[in-house]
């Protein structure tokens, strides 16, 4: 049964390593699925949005829309994205029926993301060059009611997956 697997999660948290991971999982598994990374859809997609607030809704919204269209597909869409605040995730939710909106809430300290820094934001962030960093200087909402709360400081890759693959 195809879903909308959503990876939300601080910056460096690990969203879209795991979110790859279950992709390559599906595909040698034989099942369609497509990875939705929130930073490749802003170098197209969603290229004109910004980050304020309303821009940031207007991302979630439009990516959930494609996710629900490769669900109707028989696709498995699998979502790697900050989306910070809890309405929009809600409202993402609200366009899949019961049980075919799977949030996995990757819940890695923000001490951990600093100490990852892989894209150098927090550094930026941390210089004064780099505003408006969900979970640093703007807010970063976590999940009340994820599906799945996974801490990548604890959890590797493939424990992470065989817990992802027992919610199917």
Known sequence: MPRCYWF????GAGKTTLATALHVHFTAARQPS???DADALRAGLNRDL????????????????????????NMN?????I??????????????????????????????????DPKGLYALARAGKLRGLSGWDDPYQPPL???LVIDTATCDVAAALRRIADLS
Do not use: H, W
């Open 8 to 11: 939300t999660g601080l910056p």
């Open 34 to 36: 497509l990875l939705l």
């Open 50 to 73: 910004g980050f304020s607030r309303d821009d940031r809704q207007e991302n979630v919204r439009r990516i959930a829309e494609v996710a629900k269209v490769l669900v109707a597909n």
């Open 77 to 81: 869409a699998i979502v790697a994205s």
């Open 83 to 116: 989306s910070p605040y809890s309405e929009d995730r809600l409202a993402a939710r609200a366009l899949f029926a019961e049980g075919d909106f799977i949030e996995i809430f990757v819940s890695t300290s923000i001490d951990t993301c600093v100490a990852r």
């Open 145 to 147: 009611a994820a599906e």
